[in-house]
C-alpha cells in the first residue's frame, strides 16, 4: 500500500500516514487544538493523539494528497520537499500493511515527539522497518555531519523515552 502525505499549510510540515485501502489511513497523531470536534461521520474519528484508522477524508483535513517515493537517487532527496521521499527501499505493500495494523492494535510506537517520533517515522517504519524523518533529518542537513547530528539526538530520545 502506499506511503501517503499531506500538506498542513498552517502548520508548514507534511503529514504521513500508510493507505490501507477501503479509503481508509492508519497514521500517528499528535496533540491537537481541536479535540472539540465531533466524531467524524464517515469513520468515527475523534481527533486525539495516537496511532488511529481514519478515512482519508480525516487524514487530509481538507489538503491536497501527496505519495511519498521510495528508492530515490540522493541528488532527488537533496533537492525535494524535505519529507515527500527517501533513498530506502520499501517492503511489499502486504508487509507494510500488516506493520501497520500491527502497530494499531498494540499502539507500541511510542509517545509522539514533533522532532523525534512523529507521523513520518511511523509511516516511514511501516514501508522500512527503520523510523526515520526526512523532514527532520533535513534540519541537520543531508550531509555526513547531519546524519550523525539526526542519529545521535534520535538516539538519546529513545533511550530516555524507554
Not at 57 to 81: A, N
Not at 100 to 105: D, G, I, N, T, V
Not at 135 to 150: H, I, K
Amino acid at each position: 500500500m502506499k506511503h501517503i502525505s499531506s500538506f498542513l499549510r498552517q502548520r508548514d510540515h507534511l503529514s504521513a500516514g500508510i493507505y490501507v485501502g477501503d479509503d481508509m489511513v492508519i497514521h500517528l497523531m499528535g496533540p491537537s487544538k481541536i479535540y472539540n470536534k465531533p466524531p467524524c461521520k464517515k469513520c468515527g474519528f475523534k481527533p486525539q493523539a495516537g496511532i488511529f484508522k481514519t478515512c482519508l477524508d480525516c487524514f487530509l483535513e481538507g489538503h491536497s494528497l501527496y505519495r511519498y517515493e521510495y528508492d530515490v537517487s540522493y541528488l532527488k532527496l537533496v533537492f525535494k520537499r524535505r519529507g515527500s521521499c527517501s533513498t530506502w527501499d520499501c517492503k511489499p505493500a502486504d508487509e507494510v500493511v500488516e506493520t501497520a495494523h500491527r502497530l494499531l492494535q498494540s499502539n507500541r510506537f511510542g509517545n509522539y515527539n514533533f522532532f523525534l517520533n512523529n507521523c513520518e517515522d511511523f509511516a516511514v517504519y511501516c514501508k522500512t522497518g527503520v523510523a526515520m524523518s526526512n523532514q527532520t533529518a533535513g534540519l541537520f542537513g543531508f550531509n555526513l555531519l547531519g546524519v550523525v547530528g539526526y542519529a545521535a539526538a534520535k538516539g538519546v530520545y529513545e533511550a530516555v523515552a524507554d
